[in-house]
């Protein structure tokens, strides 16, 4: 796992963005795409628990 190093984010929210980078691989979200979500989640906190939920899978697709 790579951690994410920017004084931006808290080691939480680190955290939470390396578990939604690996949810993207998960879900077969194209790499070269993936900077798009995890940029966004570095700027917006709500933007982090959005994917956050996903990732975690609190927001299931039926």
């Known amino acids: ?3 994410i190093e ?3 984010c808290t080691t939480n ?6 578990m939604i980078r ?5 879900i077969g979200e194209p790499e ?3 900077f798009i979500v995890l940029d966004k ?3 917006d906190p709500e ?5 956050y939920r996903h ?3 609190e927001f299931l697709i039926k």
Do not use: N
Request: one cysteine or more; aromatic letters at 10%; glycine letters at 4%.
């Open 22 to 26: 690996a949810w993207l691989h998960k």
């Open 47 to 51: 933007a982090v628990q959005y994917f």
């Open 41 to 43: 989640c570095k700027r």
């Open 55 to 57: 990732a975690t899978g």
């Open 32 to 34: 070269e795409d993936h």
């Open 6 to 8: 920017d004084s931006d």
């Open 13 to 18: 929210e680190s955290i939470q963005i390396e």
């Open 1 to 3: 796992m790579i951690i």
